[in-house]
């Protein structure tokens, strides 16, 4: 059952996407138009979903129940960040680009592919499931993984990147809003909620179309020729969600239903930020934009895989 919504949805993602790129080659949109888009989608759209779905489809005791999720998430950067550093040596992949490498396959797109496809395959807790993960996230993505995007020679000014002020996102402002909303019980007014499901509805289809137009005006091709793109593809995208995905089922000790969220996070592509980030503090934004790109494509079929393989 979840992996046919799985599925299902992977594929209307991929429509969408297809739509995205093709607007973009033929000029509909622009390259100067998707700073834009994505302002709209990470400072309203996101937040307006993760606020409204968490409000509408949560409990206190929901919330209480899956707190544990901050754990498997802490040992899942702590296993990832060890796997990736070892890959990266084993390629003896060029200087600076190795650990570019590690950041791009370390950080997973949580919030233009991860939101939407856990709001949509697990509308009961989805994003609940995300937003615990999201603790362990943006903690160690803006610390580790700003340190990472920052090329050796400049390593003295990667503090000055380094703040707490930088886990001040407005999705990170949405999520403590809904866990203050959920567990004290306060009363949102309907036609606030209305307001936001409205806008969050846009959110799946505008998230595509931005990605889609992206991958346009990518230059990927040289990506596709170096071989860790493929390593990391494998290990990150199919071969570690799968195998921590069946040992969490064996065990026995989290839900069906976390487990396979946390699969699906494990699984996602690169973070559509991070190509952003290297360019401010490197000179390897081409390569991670390929990957960024290479990932999200491949992700349209490596997610479905792992969610049946897991469950």
Known sequence: MIFQQ?????????????????VAKVGVVKEGYLPGIAQIITKVLLPAMIFFSTYANCTRQTIIDNGQMVLLAALFYALISLIMFIVAKALRIEHDKDRVFQFC??????????????????????????MMFSIVDQLVFWTYGVWLSTERDHHHSAA??????????????????????????????????DALGTISSATSGLCMLYLGALASFSHVVPVLRRPELYVGIVVKMIVLPVVIGRALMLVGLFPQSM???????????????????????GKES?????????????????IPLVVFLVG
């Open 105 to 130: 396959f370390i950080f997973g797109n949580t919030g233009f592919v991860g939101i939407p496809l856990l709001a949509a395959v697990f509308p009961d807790a989805g994003l609940v499931y995300m």
């Open 160 to 193: 000055s990147h380094i703040s707490w002020r930088s886990l001040i996102t407005p999705n990170t402002v949405a999520i403590m809003c809904a866990v203050a909303f959920v567990l004290l019980e306060a009363p949102v007014p309907g036609i606030i909620q």
């Open 259 to 281: 487990v396979l969220a946390l699969s699906i996070i494990m699984a996602l592509p690169v973070m559509t930020v991070v190509p952003l980030l290297v360019a401010t503090n």
């Open 6 to 22: 799985t599925l299902e949805h992977m594929a209307v993602f991929f429509l969408v996407f297809a739509v995205g790129f093709a």
């Open 286 to 302: 081409e390569y991670a934009t390929g990957i960024t790109v290479a990932t999200l494509v491949v992700s349209i079929f490596t």
